[in-house]
């Protein structure tokens, strides 16, 4: 596999946030690839930096926040040196994304339309007007909405039809790869359900590439072909959504395979780690995941594990893969 | 939409009221399934599951569903500093405690807000218990507070102008002849001619009525301090009290009290001070600082504290109090006052700074003569100034108006520190 | 929406009849003596008994109130105590108050917005710092002092003098007008202000309507400095059509004291909660959207961000405004300009009722009716209001 044949290949990304306490790396030494029409999951507890991944792709990071090494390739060209301007015509052109949050994610004072055709005329302005509308049209019904609701406010949207036109929005100037941030956790089940179908089905009917990023692991099984874990700001173990459930090598992903956030029945059905998720202020010596893992020896207290292919496409950071001693 | 659901909320509410915490949650899981976005669901039960974590888990879920929910983000911080505590209430309870309940059980109760009785514990534990949860909080807001350097520095020069207050009996009683550091009727007779610049003698000068401008300084810092606290009670009262009665019986109740406090922002406060000061030309500081706390209070700061009353009145959780029949003077003092609190010291420390413009500006005006305050040293620079043609002192003007801007904006600051502390959305950052 | 804004208008009408009424009865009984007793100081007491039968003044302090309340419902502002009609003293100290006032305001809110925009869109920035930190200052200055501040830097020292106090009253004036220039024309210079602030609105309100539809046709924007660049050369050219452009160009020659005052004291307020409201949007998820879009920066922070943030500011404004009434009243009577806030104090000090409550009911319809044209506002920017049922209260 060539370098050009990656939609998206980020190597040995590091991103850290200036606080006053201290730098806290969000994003630590983070190496993956995203092929052509491939759909890969980020899955992790809140706050291990999936989302800082997420924004360092589109380079919106806030001013506190510093990318210090690595490389983003998308299609090829880094985009990291890139000045903010260049970087303007990339964004939602080549790369698009859908917020968590479903009920804000529109500007409550203008209407739907104006803002689809606000990306619009920045990244395809060569369209004429009839095109455009069209375009919205056909976005719309492959949404599932309504074309003539295109001209109401976001308030008049109920949360499922907000996410599902954020989506119109996202897919409206065809990029390459489009980043979901948790894009149904706002939403009622049944609503998630229908939005995570026509998330995939759209996905493969337009053969583009995506990122999923969710915290519910069994969302992230019924979309993505390949799976990342992260845990504490690194990727610890990735590989396809087939052995990352039946065959984790990692011990975080195992206990995360065990534990499903279930709210209903017993408390002994919730398999829990012990201990916390470390502070990234000052995170533990050796492999961040020491001071939680049953598997823990000398060495893990002391070097950080590399992160590198075990079997055929199966990457993990762990100096006890599977456990063994 | 659904009549079951509704209903559904009502039930569980009564079971968890009544301690059949294992019914209300049956209840409400059924009511999450056939809606998962059902914020009150969720937050009821994150009251109504027992261990720490599903609490955590559960008013985070509100929290995802409306963002901003106050009432969650309150518990959220409450149930992470429990969660916090673990370790420590832990040797609490080795300590104190022989054959206490699990611990668990504990944490749970404790967690109803108070609601069901502590029951299980003696008095001293449970004080100490509550002491050490004070303090914990009290040392969070503190960390958001601080993080504004800004809110620090008003601190210290509200801190600054307290010494002050403290500084000018001293030095009277000490150092300071009254003959010459009178505030009224002082005069240095071995100085000639009055005003003198700055200098070894008189750290900030003389007036051109031969008094130290410093001494009186000094000496109007306290009638300030009395007048703009006095008026920062009085509006944090009069508003807690008028927002609280809006937001609870709300309907004519609501609308009354809007109104009148629409009218009272009308009502221009340096015009009404002007007047009372003509009626009362030896007022008190104290009477004054009321009268304009009272204003203020009725007016904006009962419109601003009546929306956020509103809001939290509204929340499903004040709601299902209701409907449980929860009990007026409950819902108001375990729910709503706790809640506004925070927003009426922020605007305690508005009318601070409104009251001693406010106060300035009726003595600039020569208006109550016999209160010597900064607006007095501004007028009689001013006034003295026309009269005797030597031009206006800067020294004894500048350092009154400084000290008028310092003091205003060290409150102000102090507030722009509590806003944080108050309003959860900017604590995010 | 135009039942919300009958049911608002009637609202403010019972308002302001409450205010008045409150205010009516809090002078006479609160305030000692009367018209009489301060203007007929060495009178005895006979002459003083005739004088109040006179003036009405020995009716009970009801029949008084009705028959004030009579005169305000037929739209008859009566005679000062003095004798003048009320109706002459406002057409001259009117004019100067709005004069200062609207267009003091509009600036002063324009300036704060903007740097608000500006300050917390850059935070961290020193330049912000410092523009926060000056908007702090200048926001908690003593009112009095700020104005010997600008009187003294812009004219070199001198000028201000201390109105108010017990006989220090000065009557309301103009001074420091050129009288030469005066003396050539039958124009008194409130009625000169009237022409002007007429082309100023005129010309607003033109360029305003042009600004739509160019907008609308072109689907860009006009720059805002260039707006208002271009509103002040139409006034300005207005003035020279009216033949007034000396007399006017005379009176912003002593104007822009109180004016710029009056800016400096308020564009704090507005900067400092603008920056708040920014603070919360700035950090909402169809901001950062709208980055991920690849809108160019300034497209983001004025359309997206800024546009959002302005909803709280304009409610916030409604609280605000009487405070900045009172403002301008403070100012004008610090600089003696001599609008309706130096007038107030005048019939203030002498007890003059009639032109008191008749201030009074000025201010009241003054700040009623810019807290309707706020609400209009709003509506207009904001189409969750513009799209509510206007029968709810939204205070």
Redesign the interface.
Known sequence: MTVSENVLDVKNLVMHYRTRKGPVYAVDNVTFHVGKGEAIGLVGESGCGKTSIALSLLKLLPTNADILNGEIRIMGDDIVPLPEKKMNKRRWRDISMVFQSAMNSLNPVFTVEDQILEAMLEHVPHLSEEEMNEKIDSLFDLVGLDPSLKTQYPHQYSGGMRQRAVIAMALSCDPDLIIADEPTTALDVIVQDSILKQIRDIQKELNMAMIYISHDIAVIAEVSERVGVMYAGKLVEMSSTENIFHNPIHPYTMALMSCFPSIVGEKTELVTLPGEPPDLLAPPPGCRFHPRCPYVTEICKEQDPDYKEHTQGHYAACWHPGGEK | MDPIPSNHLEKAYNYYRNGQLSRASQLLVELIKHDPGHEEAWYLLSYVLKDLDRQIYAVQRVLRINPLNQKASIRLRKLSVLREEEDAGETLSSETAEGSPPQVTRYTEWTRDQQITDHGFSHTQRLKFRAHNFWRRFKMNWNIFAQSRLAILGLILVFIFGLLTIAYPILRNTVWASSVYDPITGFDMKVFPHPVPPGSRHLLGTDTLGRDVLSRLLAATPHTFVIGLTAAVATAIVGTLLSMAAAYFQGNVDTAITNLADVFIMLPAPVMMVIIGTRFREISPFVLGLFYGVLTGAGGTTLVMRAQAIQIVSKPFMEAAQIAGGGGRHIIFKHLLPSLLPLAALQMMVAVTGAVVADGFISFFGITRTISNWGTIIYDAFIYAGISGTGVPWYSLVPAAMCFSLFALGFYLISRGLHRVASPELRRR | MTRYLIRQFT?SL??LF??LT??FF??QI???GDFVDQFAMGCDAACREEMRVQLGLDLPLWNRYFHWLGQVVRLDFGESMFGEPILDIFKRVIPPTLLVFVIGTVLAFMIGLWLGKVTSWR??GIGSRLIT?GG??L???????LT?LVTYLVTK?GV???V???G?LRGPNFTGLDRLLWQKVELSPSEVIITMMICVVISALFLFLLKFIYERLT?SKVPTLMFVFLIGLWAVSGWQMWGIDDLAFDIMTIAYIPMVTYILLAFGEFMLIMQ?SM??VK????V??????????STVRDQ?AA??AL?PVLSRLV??L??L??GV??IE?SVGWPGLGTN??NA?YWQNMPVVMNTLLI??II??GARLIIDVIAAY????IR?QDFQT?H?
């Open positions: 609202i019972i308002k409450v205010f409150f205010m809090f002078i609160v305030m000692p935070e961290r930190l702090l200052v926001f908690t200055s003593f009112p009095p002092w010997y020292g201000f003098q201390v108010g106090g017990r220090g689907k708040a603070r919360d950090n909402s998820e169809y950062q959207i709208a980055r991920a879009k690849g809108l160019p920066e997206h546009r959002n909803l609280i605000s009487p405070y009434i009172t009243v403070i009577s107030l104090w203030l201010v009241g700040s009623l920017l904001d189409p969750r799209y209260n205070t």
